[in-house]
């Protein structure tokens, strides 16, 4: 579905993903850069070292206007793949029947229009861009790494698995934990509660220093759970 709005709106998406590839490709060429400065330095070369530094003024000045004009157009592309999405919302409503119509209440429509449009741009627009970067910046910075030595890439990609697979050992630990802070977090709301609504009896007994024994018990269990 949201392929077919990126489709409506080819031509600026296009530029968008023109102007990603340049920005990933001036970010890895400064990165190359950086190593040449250093050879000249290392070599004593000052006009290599002066030329190296004036290219590489250049890439980040164009990296800063190809970041501009990225989330530029980002904000353009969105708001008229949004504006799109309203349409149809409202073309299907338009199409409706009365008693098809009826069937929700008018502010079930008005989320439609505005809270879940908004969660699109938010978590399916912008993350498909969020891709592209990352596909671009991942092609790019492998090409530059080629120029070094290709065990290099290798070495990332072995990294990268690392990287990614290693906090799935521990994921399992962590939604038991997760679950046990949520359930004693529940007991702790229930017995607080309990003890609040016998506050005025507690009153009438002289007993409210339970009140205080009653949270820190709750307290130190959860606190416990959250250590483990």
Not at 11 to 24: D, F, Y
Not at 42 to 67: K, P
Not at 138 to 146: E, K, R, V
Request: hydrophobic letters at 50%; one cysteine or more.
């Amino acid at each position: 579905m949201l392929i077919s709005y990126f489709r409506r709106t080819w031509g600026i998406n296009v530029l968008i993903l023109i102007i990603i590839v340049g920005s990933s490709t001036l970010q890895a060429t400064s990165a190359i850069l950086n190593s040449f400065m250093l050879n000249s330095l290392i070599q004593r070369d000052l006009h290599q070292f002066i030329f190296y530094t004036v290219l590489l003024l250049a890439c980040w000045l164009g990296f800063t206007g190809c970041i501009f004009c990225q989330y530029y157009l980002y904000g353009v592309a969105t708001q008229r793949m949004s504006l799109l999405l309203r349409q149809d919302i409202a073309r299907s409503l338009q199409g409706r029947s009365y008693a098809a119509f009826h069937k929700q209440e008018s502010d079930t429509y008005a989320s439609w229009l505005m809270n879940d449009v908004a969660l699109i741009e938010e978590q399916g627009f912008a993350n498909v861009y969020k891709v592209a970067e990352m596909a671009a910046a991942t092609i790019i910075s492998i090409g530059a790494l080629f120029t070094y030595h290709w065990s290099l890439i290798v070495l990332t990609l072995v990294l990268s698995l690392l990287t990614a697979f290693l906090p799935q050992v521990v994921h399992k630990k962590l939604q038991v934990v997760n679950l046990q802070v949520t359930q004693r977090n529940e007991a702790f709301l229930n017995g607080v509660s309990d003890v609040l609504k016998g506050f005025d009896t507690l009153l009438a007994f002289q007993k409210t220093q339970r009140l205080m024994q009653s949270v820190t018990r709750y307290g130190q269990k959860i606190a416990a759970c959250k250590v483990e």
